[in-house]
């Protein structure tokens, strides 16, 4: 018992001391000084700016959210986007058959036309980010309660999607919660 705890200790000891704890997802428009000269320390080999700018073509243009679940990205001049196989699965199951199993033996296409619709899938660009948390708490008191703290939340956070939606149809804002 005491060789078993202390193998045991040693273990976690050795991983403890392995472990390295970062700063988790890092937002795009956000980057401190610290994460992006931790970025160019890890390789990063372009300009920050090129990584996420609002209003100049960025990697944020070629990176999409591929059906609302993945992301995917665009590859091409004619917006040939790939992705992870388990984001097309559905799809793909969907128009295989007995006598074309995609699942097995693939897909392929010499021309545009050629390619099978997947009416359920879309991709979303993202367009910029904008921190709207004031705009947010300032709808809400400490004397609340948690239906009303909610209720006072979702009903800014549908307007601020709706005023993006009021100015472009083609657009959907989207209100996320990043901690």
């Not at 372009?46 to 609302?68: C, E, M, N, T």
């Not at 969907?94 to 392929?108: A, C, K, M, P, R």
């Not at 390619?115 to 004031?134: D, G, H, I, M, S």
Request: overall charge neutral.
């Amino acid at each position: 018992m005491k060789k078993r705890t202390i193998t045991c200790l040693f273990t976690f000891l050795v991983i403890g001391m392995s472990v390295h704890a970062d700063e988790g997802m890092w937002m795009p428009g956000n980057l401190n000084t610290h994460t992006r000269k931790t970025m160019k320390e890890l390789g990063l080999q372009i300009p920050v700016s090129q990584l996420y700018h609002p209003d100049k073509p960025s990697l944020k243009d070629a990176v999409v959210s591929f059906g609302g679940f993945c992301s995917g990205v665009v590859v091409s001049k004619n917006g040939l986007v790939f992705t992870n196989h388990h984001c097309g699965f559905n799809s793909i199951q969907q128009h295989s058959s007995l006598e074309n199993d995609y699942i097995t033996n693939g897909f392929t296409t010499n021309t545009p036309k050629e390619e099978l619709p997947c009416p359920e899938l879309y991709v979303r660009f993202l367009l910029k980010t904008e921190n709207v948390t004031q705009q947010i708490l300032k709808t809400v008191c400490p004397d609340m309660t948690e239906k009303e703290r909610k209720t006072a939340i979702d009903s800014v956070t549908y307007a601020i999607q709706e005023k993006v939606s009021e100015k472009d149809s083609t657009l959907t804002g989207i209100v996320d919660a990043y901690y």
